[in-house]
């Protein structure tokens, strides 16, 4: 089938959906181009089929393409943040890491060497998974790029900064004790958004203030509303390389079912957007958004959740390579 696509400012951009219907075709990602159709890419959207790391409920291997499935009806034009996004960056789908799903050490390394190979040429990720341990070599390479430890903000309903789990280090409930414990994360400026539900005893909030953790819970988005959410990140930020991991259980079960720990009390997708949203400006060196599994989901709700956070993803790093344009030309938008 031919393909007909959007093109702005030398960007191809997705199938134009009022010359083929939203449900033909390939499902790459808002069926942007796939990698080998550009020349370049300024960020390329890669999944990562894994989830040897659960400790509950497998199947997130499978949302990467659920959420490819699920955004069939992205439009161009953000009207949330006045931004076409595909128009400032070329975006692309790089298609899938292969991984070994019976070794996790082995898929760390070779999920890590990939994400330097894909940023060789100073473009950037966004990592759809797969389950919430490819967080660490992800951030190993986010780290090696920036040439110092980056800033992390974390929103999940979990710490995910437990030691091990029957032994194991590596696992989708310790990515980031690990990442503290080598350095790659600037401690001064770490962050979880939307922690919520039962825990193990009171040293797990112990250990991960000692870590350098802040806390913001689904609680505290609630009462202090979003607004106060997103200026308190921003000031724990300040301009550090920033990488951003969404969980999809940061999202109530009513918003994500789709989703191997889901908690009770979760903050709702709006909520989220709008925090998202309020990044707008931050210097993003990289993100990524997890724990989709479709075998729970229904008619979508988790998958399009997740294909709309992926957006406003891609948005913020639309709206940096605005800006910086604009900055070099000396222009700024009205």
């Known amino acids: 089938m031919k393909e007909i696509r959007i093109e702005a400012n030398g960007k191809l951009g997705p199938i134009n959906a009022a010359e083929i219907p939203r449900y033909a075709g390939a499902a790459t990602y808002a069926r942007l181009p796939r990698l080998d159709q550009v020349e370049q890419a300024d960020l390329k959207i890669v999944g990562v089929p894994f989830d040897t790391g659960v400790s509950y409920r497998p199947g997130a291997r499978f949302g990467a393409n659920h959420i490819r499935e699920s955004s069939r009806l992205i439009r161009p034009y953000n009207p949330a943040v006045d931004l076409s996004p595909f128009e400032h960056i070329q975006v692309a789908d790089a298609g899938d890491m292969a991984v070994n799903p019976f070794n996790i050490n082995e898929a760390i390394e070779t999920i890590q060497q990939n994400a330097l190979d894909l940023t060789a040429d100073g473009s950037k990720l966004l990592t759809l998974g797969g389950d919430h341990t490819i967080a660490l070599p992800l951030l190993r390479a986010a780290s090696e790029r920036a040439g110092e430890p980056v800033a992390m903000l974390h929103f999940d309903a979990h710490l995910d900064t437990w030691d091990t789990y029957f032994g194991a280090e590596y696992t989708h409930g310790t990515p980031f004790r690990r990442a503290v414990e080598e350095g790659i994360l600037d401690t001064e400026a770490?962050?979880?958004?939307?922690?919520?539900?039962?825990?193990?005893?009171?040293?797990?909030?112990?250990?991960?203030?000692?870590?350098?953790?802040?806390?913001?819970?689904?609680?505290?988005?609630?009462?202090?509303?979003?607004?106060?959410?997103?200026?308190?990140?921003?000031?724990?930020?300040?301009?550090?390389?920033?990488?951003?991991?969404?969980?999809?259980?940061?999202?109530?079960?009513?918003?994500?079912?789709?989703?191997?720990?889901?908690?009770?009390?979760?903050?709702?997708?709006?909520?989220?957007?709008?925090?998202?949203?309020?990044?707008?400006?931050?210097?993003?060196?990289?993100?990524?958004?997890?724990?989709v599994a479709p075998a729970y989901d229904h008619a979508e709700i988790t998958g399009v959740a997740g294909s709309h956070v992926a957006y406003d993803l891609i948005s913020l790093f639309a709206d940096q390579a605005r800006v910086a344009a604009e900055s070099a030309s000396g222009t700024s938008a009205e």
Do not use: C, W
């Open 190 to 291: 770490i962050s979880h958004v939307g922690t919520r539900g039962p825990l193990y005893g009171k040293r797990d909030l112990e250990d991960d203030r000692r870590f350098g953790f802040g806390i913001i819970t689904s609680s505290d988005v609630y009462y202090q509303g979003v607004a106060e959410v997103v200026d308190k990140l921003r000031q724990r930020i300040g301009n550090r390389p920033l990488y951003i991991s969404i969980d999809i259980d940061v999202l109530d079960p009513a918003h994500a079912p789709g989703t191997g720990t889901p908690e009770a009390g979760g903050i709702t997708s709006r909520e989220l957007l709008e925090i998202i949203r309020g990044l707008r400006g931050m210097n993003l060196v990289g993100a990524d958004l997890v724990e």
